[in-house]
């Protein structure tokens, strides 16, 4: 059951930035900037982690999660150490995501070449 | 406050921008809509198939199985990427390939590749972010203040 949610919440949030480019003429960057920041407000109402229990990757596969992992990482952090560790815990839970990004960046233009 | 602006330009580009407005393509938003529901829920779909794997094959429990789901979906980016699949996927699915984690990636990594010809440092060390910056930036300046707040209101209810 959870492959079919994970296929339904992951696919209508892809919608919902679907909309957003043609509805609202956004551009892709101001689309994602827009899912990330709607991640970050949901998990600081404590939303997003029922949505992650209901739908799995359905939930953190899509951009919103980054998010939603941004602002989990500061609060825990902030709950250990106070005020500060909402600067120390910020990359916390998401550096797996910008360091694979990153890392895999680099591999990527040492092995391929650029096209046309 | 786009009107006034409007009332202000000669006749002439009025009537320009009045024809512009009837001749723009009319987006098939439905059909785009239907495509990136599709190939969104397929790529969610795909990373749930490893989240699940992750769990039972090595220990993870669901709360930390999407950092590795995260990172195995991007190294298959990289190789999508490539081997120039992933832009063809794109151009099909809009939003149902920027949307998941893949998209984020696809956007650094292509970046990357593209500027490698002006060098390690200047071109893929400069360039690789310029898509991907704005979500970072923003993403960690929101998610700063939002768990600022947070904690200032569980402070001040706790005393």
């Known amino acids: 059951m959870i492959f079919f949610w994970a296929f339904v919440v992951g696919g209508l949030i892809c919608v919902l ?3 957003m480019f043609d509805v609202f003429k956004l551009t ?3 689309t994602l900037t827009t899912l990330v920041i709607i ?3 949901l998990d600081g109402f404590g939303l ?3 949505l992650i229990h209901f739908a799995g990757a359905g939930a953190t596969v899509p951009i919103t999660s980054f998010g939603n992992s941004l602002v989990h990482g500061a609060m825990a952090e902030a709950e250990k150490h106070g005020i500060i560790g909402v600067i120390t815990g910020i990359f916390e839970v998401t550096s797996a995501g910008i360091s694979a990004a990153i890392i895999f960046g680099v591999i990527g233009a040492i092995i391929f070449k650029p096209k046309g | 406050m786009a009107d006034q602006k409007k009332k202000q330009l000669p006749p002439e580009a009025q009537q320009y921008q009045a024809l512009q407005a009837k001749r723009e393509t009319k987006r098939p938003v439905i059909k785009n809509c ?3 529901f599709l190939i969104g829920g397929f790529i969610c779909l795909i990373g749930q198939l490893i989240t699940t794997f992750y769990i039972y094959f090595f220990n993870f429990t669901e709360q930390t199985a999407g950092n590795p789901t995260v990172a195995t979906l991007i190294i298959v980016t990289m190789f999508l990427t490539g081997f120039g699949i992933y832009d063809h996927l794109g151009q099909f699915a809009g ?3 920027a949307v998941p984690v893949t998209g984020f990636a696809n956007a650094v990594i292509s970046s990357a590749i593209e500027h490698r010809t002006e060098g390690f440092i200047l ?8 898509l991907a910056g704005p979500v970072i930036v923003y993403g960690v300046f929101a998610s700063f203040i939002i768990a600022l707040l947070k904690t200032l209101f569980t402070k001040l209810i706790g005393t």
């Open chain 1, 17 to 19: 930035g679907q909309i």
């Open chain 1, 28 to 30: 892709p960057a101001h």
């Open chain 1, 39 to 41: 991640g970050a407000l």
């Open chain 1, 48 to 50: 997003y982690e029922p």
């Open chain 2, 34 to 36: 239907i495509k990136a």
């Open chain 2, 95 to 97: 939003a149902g390939t």
């Open chain 2, 123 to 130: 071109g893929v060390g400069t360039n690789m972010l310029k």
